[in-house]
């Protein structure tokens, strides 16, 4: 017997998704974010990248913690649930065990996903379901109005920390690594183009696809990522990660990064010593690269990498349980109700 | 062949008791089993520690199973058991209490030696000092016996060891006069791969029943008839897997697919267990990494239109207050198991208790109402699991069922119901976009639609900040939370309009009126059969709604002069009837982690009584 949602599903499965615009995904609430916000561009960005994913609006999901960012689902026409703090993963993960022909995106920022929902995260990245993960890291907690994060620098002046932080930061993407993802990525608000080029390699990725989006909280950290978006800072301290291709950056594209052993060296490409074939070329293919260039982050000599870290292939989670109720349907014939309660040791009394 | 006489028996109980290591749950079940296809009724009590093998010997390590069987209506896992069967010295130490005077010791000899004794302190052994005299003992050297059962198989000692509990359930068997035949069976598909452990229980069985048939140890065996149970086919059946049933039911019911979200705590897990193995039935369970994961998955999985559930006990309830909270906020339906334990904190993870009802009925921030109900009996789980269910989709809202330790893991028999004839409760989810509000409700139950992702223009957003009225957009309006949460409040209130009324068993008016809730049903049922049959004027109400209570509860209480309620904590449904009815209602409280004694009501219920007179 097929099941309510099985029928609903029927009756729309001859639906051609429409062609959408970038207008078509944004919904009737007043957005609320502060003027400045660096939210405003990865709302935009989003909304112009879903025309191009084929995937009808309803069924579409997004799905937030707490926080300035996890007010995202509102502005977005599309389903949307708004959950409690650090929970988004958790809701998204059960919705998509539930439904694994939904598209569900996980909206969340450095206090909701990497503190009060860390736990959540790492889960989620091990376990490989097949949905997308926006990370607003403003390295700030903004809706309570100015405490440091887990992914502030070391010795930050807030509200909650007069006498400066004490706690070493997360490095979201190398967390992610650690605990298995198969698709990271980090991308700026600041760079419209290349973060539309991310949302969409997310989107592909069959897995949990994870993007960290260094944004700006112009009210309570600004300028905090400034060295890497702004034009006379960001071609000196930003390497974009690209597949198959060397390591170069700078403004002139005359700085490289070599491997020496397991260090990354950044080295001049003009003095004649080293060429471009002498860089590191990147493979997002290669888990093992993939660490060395997250742990980049932090480290004052060398560029801030940007792009995607790693793509790899995993068995999804909520694909193989599909997978197992089909084993199960197969090996015991398909489940009986009224034979399993009458199933076992009965006895008739008269 | 020595000459053996046969008397009956209208009941009887039978307490095993061991090292947890020694095997007494599965002998308990065993028995069970065995005595429940007889068509004995019946009612059974696990009682073991919370370490999975605690040292072998100690005090702390014992673990018992207590079956209270009968030709009559059993109702109790017994006050008392009639027969101890003692593997060692502290098995015997701790379970002595609850042995009636003049009841059968049947002890292994071998675990009472030097070790054995200091361990359980004694300073010399009770076998030997007459401080047993006003019992009759019974000496076995099950060891040794299930040693020389085995002597040719060439299996090694801790293996041989291993099987000396089959002697003392072969003894059982032989004693009650019960067929070995449904202990074989299981035997057989549970050692399927392993012959030699298979032959080697079996072996074991059997010889206990011919050690028991042939020697003078025993000159007496018991009759225990079948019981005049209703007509009809019977299985047993745990309160763990008639709540993993109910729900499966439900759900096929509803036409959904279930969803488990949860995260292993005692003694819940078991509902887990049972669900996972129903994946030919579309069961699709997820064991999260902590019981936040384990209630939100949930929450997720309802709002993609599944019939979302989530199990535990009281600590992971602590645990999962808030994302209740969210479920009552998006009023989507969720079914919320807690098998109650002992507690605060960890407390007594294996014990019962009945200490998390003002927990489910207010343990949340800000106005929070959800459904209470609550199972009375190990099948009764099932009938809850299933009516819980049914609110939470009618309803659209969070329903809590508590059931506690004692129902989880003890067992009974259970007339199977007929599918066909257990309700409709599906719910079509909403489609037609025209005037589509996520907020508008239904005139008659107020609840929400249902719109699930996946429909066409129903596209909308919900959330844990406060709902306008109708459109569900986020609101901050002072009148509209207001009014909000008297809407949600009423909603839960209207349910009393669906459920049956308070039913009295017994007089309806008179001295006094006994009202309990949960797992206490068949200690308080006992005990009110017999003060009646005594001549006293007592009637028994079971609560199975708690919240919203039945609507006549106010009146049916009126009529009587006393009110007791009892329960096994510090008097929570007591504080409820006061305070929602003005009533004198007086609580009877222990909080042993053990079932009530039926005969510890009646002093109390009898002590009342004198008050009146």
Redesign the interface.
Known sequence: ?????DE??K??SS?ETPKYTAKDFQ?D?DVRWCPGCGDYSILAQTQRVMPDLGI??????F??G?GCSSRF??YM????????HG?AT??????????P??SVWVVTGDGDGMSIGG??FI?LMRRNLDLNVLLFNNQIYGLTKGQYSPTSEMGKITKSTPYGSLDYPFNPASLALGASATFVARTLDRDPKHMQGIIKRAASHRGTSFVEIYQNCNVFNDAAFVQFTEKESKDDNVVFLEHGKPLVFGKEKDKGIRLNGFTLEVVSLKDGKYSVNDMLVHNEKDTTLAFILADMTYKPHLPRPVGIFLAIDRPVYETE?EN??A???E?????D??K???S??????? | MSQKTTENLDEVTIRFAGDSGDGMQLTGTQFT?TT??L?NDLSTLPDYPAEIRAPAGTLFGVSGFQIHFGSMEINTPGDHCDVLVAMNAAALKVNLSSLVDGGSIIVNTDGFNDKNLKLAGYAQSPLADGSLGKYQLFEVDISKLTALALQDMAMTSKLVDRSKNFFALGMMYWMYNRPLE?TIEWLKSKFKSKPDILEANIRVLKAGWNYSETTEIFSVRYEVG?AN????????ITGNQAAA?GL??AA?K????L?L?TYPITPASDILHELSM???????T?Q???E??GI???????????L?TTTTSGPGIALKT??IG?AVM?ELPLVIINVQRGGPSTGLPTKTEQSDLLQALYGRNGEAPVPVIAASTPSDCFDTAFEASRIALKYMTPVILLTDGYLGNGSEPWL??E??TLPDI?Y??T?NPEGFQPYARNEQTLARPWA??????????????EKENITG??SYDPENHDLMNHLRAEKIERIANDIPLARVDGDLQGDVLVVGWGGTYGAIRTAVVHQREKGHSVSHLHLRYLNPLPKNLGEVLSKFKRILVPEINLGQLVKVLRAKYLVPATGFNRVRGLPFRSVELEIEIEEILKGIE
């Open positions: 017997m097929s099941t309510l949602v609903i599903m009756s729309n639906t919904s609430q009808p609006k309803h069924k579409l999901v799905v937030s707490i689902p509102y026409s599309a389903y949307g649930f708004h959950g409690i929970r958790v809701i998204a993960t059960g919705l998509k065990i539930a439904r022909d939904l736990n959540h889960h349980i197992q109720i084993f199960a349907k090996k015991r014939g398909v489940g109700i009224k399993l309660l009458n076992g040791e009965t006895w008739v009394v008269q | 089993n429940a296809i068509g449904t079948p149970l209703a007509p009809g086919r019977y299985r047993n049933w499966m039911t096929k509803a036409r959904l697919d969803f979200g129903y994946k030919s039935h579309g069961v699709k997820f999260a990494e902590d936040i994961a939100c998955s949930a929450i997720g999985a309802s709002f993609g239109g599944a979302g808030e994302a969210l998006v199977i119901p599918y066909d599906s079509p989810f489609t699930i992702p996946g429909t066409p223009g129903l596209e909308h957003r919900i959330g844990g900040l957009n986020v």
